[in-house]
């Protein structure tokens, strides 16, 4: 008789909780182009390089390189003009994949 009163209590507040909000998706584009690196790409947002605005760390599955875009404009409508490869002592970073 326990559960009824827990039930109860978890369906108001399902029933209260709102409904979450989705923007419509799109691509991202740098220089002009679809930023496209084929399967399993994973981009990380943060502001990497401490200017204040959002970049963009892209992890690629294929090759297992890493790339940085640094965001020229501000963090709801990011431009990305360009992207470097990470290295590490000078030497591309590669990750094997599988
Ligand atoms: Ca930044
Ligand atoms: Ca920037």
Sequence with gaps: MRLLP???????GL?????PAYQSY???ECAGTVIDVGYYGAPCIADWDGDGNKDMILGIFTGG???FYGN?????????????TLKADGVTISLPSG
Excluded: H, K, T
């Design 6 to 12: 827990i039930l109860a209590v978890l369906a108001a």
């Design 15 to 19: 029933c209260m909780a709102q409904a």
């Design 26 to 28: 799109y691509y991202q």
């Design 65 to 67: 390189n890493i790339r």
């Design 72 to 84: 020229e404009n501000a963090n709801d409508s990011p431009v990305f003009n360009s992207y470097s």
